[in-house]
């Protein structure tokens, strides 16, 4: 039994059938209904069914499942709320701070070579293939946003100024006095970010700086929480055996669906 509520199948099922409808889809022409589509998406992300048992089961032929699940995959995606339109809603639910934190979901394809003739999707911090996805995320851990995904050798910092967020959570802060709160992979992002203190070299921190590091630290934790919600909700996000860069519209999709089954997106 698929661990999702029925509303949610039937939140699916009818996202499915407006895609249809758009596309000009007749009545009785496509081997699943949009109901029985939605239960192949749905078991793909919660249990990590493999296509070919997914094909089997729906007594359809692998390609067809792949294109339905790309499908669904594609509606839910586009469903995600984009950069801006998450800042809006974290603001006006009346929110102190937001929190940052980037997390590499792992990836069993082949390598590809990146600058210099490095691994480009290699994570020298995780020890594994994968691509970096970054997450912002309500004070008590409650993902609001996703970002694409970047090649899993590149910093937190890196991915999270390719996406734009370190202008704009900056901005956030200023205007709104709404900071950001991160761990140390984003040192020097700005003054709207809020991390601990780096320990100097050769030199220890300060009683006042070793508390401010405890508080900031203390509050920050919750933020592995919305990492751990969509891994550990979906199976589909521990490893991904599709192109690496179908991570973006994986990880979109997993948001949509924890915020549907929840009925909570800020």
Not at 142 to 149: R, T
């Amino acid at each position: 039994m698929l661990d999702v509520g029925r509303e949610t199948a039937e939140t699916l099922a009818r996202l499915l059938r407006e895609h249809r409808d758009r596309l000009g889809t007749r009545k009785n022409t496509r081997a699943l209904g949009v109901f029985k589509q939605g239960i192949l998406v749905l078991r793909w992300f919660v249990d990590g069914t493999r296509l070919a048992q997914l094909a089997r089961d729906s007594r359809i032929s692998v390609p067809t499942a792949y294109r339905y699940l790309h499908e669904g995959l594609t509606v839910l995606a586009d469903h995600a709320p984009d950069l801006a339109t998450a800042l809006e809603r974290a603001a006006a639910a009346g929110y102190t701070h937001l929190n940052l934190d980037g997390t590499v979901i792992r990836t069993d394809r082949v390598a590809a070579p990146g600058p210099n003739g490095a691994d480009l999707w290699w994570s020298g911090k995780h020890k594994h293939h994968g691509g970096n996805v970054q997450v912002i995320s309500a004070p008590d851990g409650w993902p609001l946003w996703v970002s694409p995904v970047r090649p899993g050798r590149e910093h937190d910092t890196t991915c999270a100024r390719t996406h734009g967020l370190i202008g704009a959570l900056n901005r956030l802060a200023a205007t709104l006095d709404i900071p950001t709160l991160t761990d140390l992979g984003y040192e020097n992002a700005g003054d709207g970010f809020r991390h601990p203190v780096k320990k100097p070299q050769g030199g220890e921190l300060d009683l006042e700086q070793q508390t401010f590091n405890k508080v900031i630290r203390g509050i920050h934790g919750v933020a592995e929480r919305a990492n751990a919600l969509l891994k550990v909700t979906f199976k589909a996000l521990r490893r991904v055996s599709l192109d690496p860069g179908s991570i973006t519209r994986i990880a979109r999709a997993a948001l949509v669906l924890l915020q549907m089954e929840h009925g909570r997106t800020t």
